[in-house]
Structures are given as C-alpha cells and as structure tokens.
C-alpha cells in the first residue's frame, strides 16, 4: 500500500511535466561536417574527385568489413554525391546516435 506522503510526492511530480513543445526538429538535425572526397581505403574501382561537401546526419553511411574471421568492423562515412565514392570519416567527429542513425552500405554489383 501507498503511503499518503509518496502518493502525495507522486501528483507534485506528476504535475511539474506540463512542458509546450515549442519546436519539433529531427534528431541531429543541425549537426553538419565538411569533409574532402578522398576515397580512403575503399577505392572500389573509382576514383576520388577531392571535392568538399557539406554532410549533414542523414548522408551519413556504416561500411563492415571483414578481413579474416576474427579481423573485422565498421567504417563510418558518407558517399560522394559526385564521383560515388565511399569516404571514411574520423570516428571523434561522430556520437553514438550518429553512429546508430547511420545507414548500411550496400554495394551495387
């Protein structure tokens, strides 16, 4: 059984979240990166264009690799809009949610 005071500390509670969404935005929404087309370690038969591009959450990529059975692991980037390219970027410039919101890379054949 509830006692009356915790009963009582629950309504005060309760009624301190009465909160106005002001602004809906997306997750990350404002979280941009200029980063160079430099094709890093994924080539795949194309060639980097060097140009800068503006990214923001949603160009956001995850690449795994797979080297032998015990080496593998994720890259993070974004593909250049004009040469195709898969670029890395640094790991210190994205958050876990980034990480998380990052779509599979799928390779065209």
Not at 27 to 43: F, I, N, Q, S
Not at 50 to 56: L, M, Q, V
Not at 72 to 78: K, R
Not at 85 to 105: P, R, S
């Amino acid at each position: 059984m509830v006692s009356y005071i915790w009963w009582k500390m629950i309504l005060s509670w309760k009624g301190v979240i009465h909160m106005k969404l002001l602004v809906e935005r997306e997750p990350y929404e404002d979280w941009e990166l200029e980063v160079d087309c430099t094709g890093g370690e994924w080539r795949d038969d194309k060639v980097p264009c060097g140009s800068t591009s503006s990214i923001n959450a949603t160009d956001l990529v995850r690449r795994k690799w797979c080297k032998y059975p015990d080496d593998n692991g994720v890259d993070y980037g974004f593909i250049c809009p004009k040469c195709g390219c898969f670029t890395n970027i640094d790991e210190k410039n994205l958050t876990k949610d980034l990480k998380t919101m990052a779509k599979d890379y799928i390779e065209k054949i």
